[in-house]
Each structure stands twice: as structure tokens, then as C-alpha cells.
């Protein structure tokens, strides 16, 4: 089946490019593995400050998932892989440490709408548009469409495109603030919001984004236990915890 997803990095910036055009972009199951792995491997590059996603052509960012793949799927089967599966590595994108920028450069449908809604913003094209057509192929949206998305659009319009298959257009997404600017070249300004990140505390940033997930309810636990986590490994506590694990003996904790 074909699909890939390419990851290149520059300048503290990376690259997550769809790459099946002959398909408008829609995800297989090999782009979704591609995808898990991308991530973890962003997650450990102290060098990357911030993720660009982008695709091939300017028809459609992604057309959601390919058909053939899921259609011959038995009940179970799909619930229980694809669509648990899809879920699942759609929220370690939406988890990265690092920020993440959707480049919207043509239409974004079903699967498609939802790995944009996983990243911390999105730019898109003046003629693009956003959809969930899943009822009108018999299914529902199952990489999040009804749940992530209900925390970025008001409740009615996600009604009006999960019930009704209105779609979505770039200045009316501009104004309801699911997209943070609409472009002619949404890739330059992409990069150029992501450039801004040179001035910022890499640290900082991150911590943020942990802090506004916990506030939204995204994987909130384990945001709050990362939080903790990382404020109290600074400690002197822990240092001395740990070096008296290693002399054996009775740790004398400084309470700092």
C-alpha cells in the first residue's frame, strides 16, 4: 500500500511531510506507524523547537484515511485496530513536547481534519476547506473528530459538519479561531511563526504547552504528573535520594 511520511530537520525546525498525493494524502496503515515513530523520535531531538506538518501538493493536506484499508476491516477489527490505533498515535502527535503547526494547503477531510486539530495551531490556504464526511460513506469520525474537536469548535458547527457534512471555510475557521491565520503561502508563514521560537526558552515552552493541556483536559494526568515530575527532579531531595540509593544508607533530605 503506498503512503510515507517524511521527517526532515533545519534550523531547529522539523518536517512531517504526507507524501500520497496519488490519494489526496489519505493516511494508510504504514503512515500511521510512520507517524509513531516520527514522534518519538522528535520527542528526544533537543534540537528540534518546533514540528511543521505539511503534504505533497496543494489539492488536499490529507483526504483522512485511505478506504481500501479500513472497508475489508470485520467489526472488530476495525474498532479494536484501526480506529483505537489511529487514536491513539493521533494523541501521541498532539502530545509532543515540542509545538506543532498544521500547513493547511488544500482541503482537510475526516482523518485528515482530525491530525490537524491533534497540532497546537494550524495555517491554511484561503481555498481550502475543513469536513467530516464520515456519514456519508456509513461511519463515524473515530481519530477524535467528536472529542478533540468538540475542546476547538463550538458545539453547533462540529454538528453541522459531523450531522450535516457542511464544510468548514478558511475565514470562517479564521474566525472561530481554530486557525491562526489563513495565507497564500501558509508554508512561509508557518515557518515564520515557528522561527520566532529562537527567542523563546526551549524549557519554557514546553512546560507551557504541558500547562494549557492540563487546563483543557488533554491526557491531563499525564501532564500534571510530567509537571510535577520535572519540578521535582530539580530538587535537592531527589539528588540526595538517589545518591543515598546508591551508598545505602538513610537518605537526610534538605527539603529543597
Not at 521527517?7 to 522539523?14: H, P, R, S, V
Not at 509513531?36 to 490529507?62: I, K, M, Y
Not at 514546553?206 to 501532564?223: C, F, L, S
Request: glycine letters at 8%.
Amino acid at each position: 500500500m503506498t503512503g510515507t511520511i517524511h521527517l526532515t530537520a533545519e534550523g531547529g525546525i522539523a518536517t512531517l511531510r504526507l507524501d500520497n498525493p496519488a490519494k489526496l494524502n489519505a493516511f494508510t496503515p504504514d503512515m500511521l506507524l510512520q507517524l509513531a515513530t516520527h514522534c518519538d523520535a522528535l520527542d528526544r531531538d533537543p534540537g528540534v523547537r518546533a514540528v511543521l506538518l505539511v503534504a505533497e501538493g496543494d489539492r488536499a493536506f490529507c483526504a483522512g484515511a485511505d478506504i481500501k484499508a479500513w472497508a475489508p476491516l470485520s467489526a472488530a477489527d476495525f474498532a479494536r485496530d484501526w480506529v483505537r490505533d489511529g487514536h491513539r498515535i493521533y494523541d501521541r502527535l498532539a502530545r509532543l513536547s515540542k509545538p506543532t503547526i498544521a500547513v493547511l494547503q488544500g482541503h482537510a477531510f475526516g482523518g485528515g481534519l482530525e491530525l490537524a486539530a491533534a497540532c497546537d495551531i494550524r495555517v491554511m490556504a484561503p481555498g481550502a476547506t475543513l469536513a467530516l464526511p464520515e456519514t456519508q460513506v456509513g461511519i463515524v469520525p473515530g481519530w477524535s473528530g467528536t472529542q478533540r474537536l468538540a475542546r476547538l469548535l463550538p458545539e453547533p458547527v462540529l454538528k453541522e459538519m459531523a450531522l450535516f457534512g457542511r464544510r468548514l471555510s478558511a475565514d470562517r475557521a479564521l474566525a472561530l479561531g481554530f486557525v491562526a491565520e489563513v495565507a497564500d503561502a501558509p508554508l512561509q508563514v508557518a515557518r515564520q511563526i515557528a522561527e520566532g521560537l529562537q527567542a523563546a526558552s526551549p524549557r519554557a515552552t514546553e512546560v507551557a504547552k504541558y500547562m494549557i493541556h492540563a487546563a483543557v483536559g488533554e491526557d491531563r494526568d499525564a501532564m500534571i504528573d510530567a509537571l510535577g515530575s520535572g519540578m521535582i527532579s530539580a530538587s535537592d531531595d531527589k539528588a540526595e535520594g538517589v545518591a543515598a540509593f546508591a551508598e545505602k544508607r538513610k537518605p537526610a533530605f534538605p527539603g529543597n
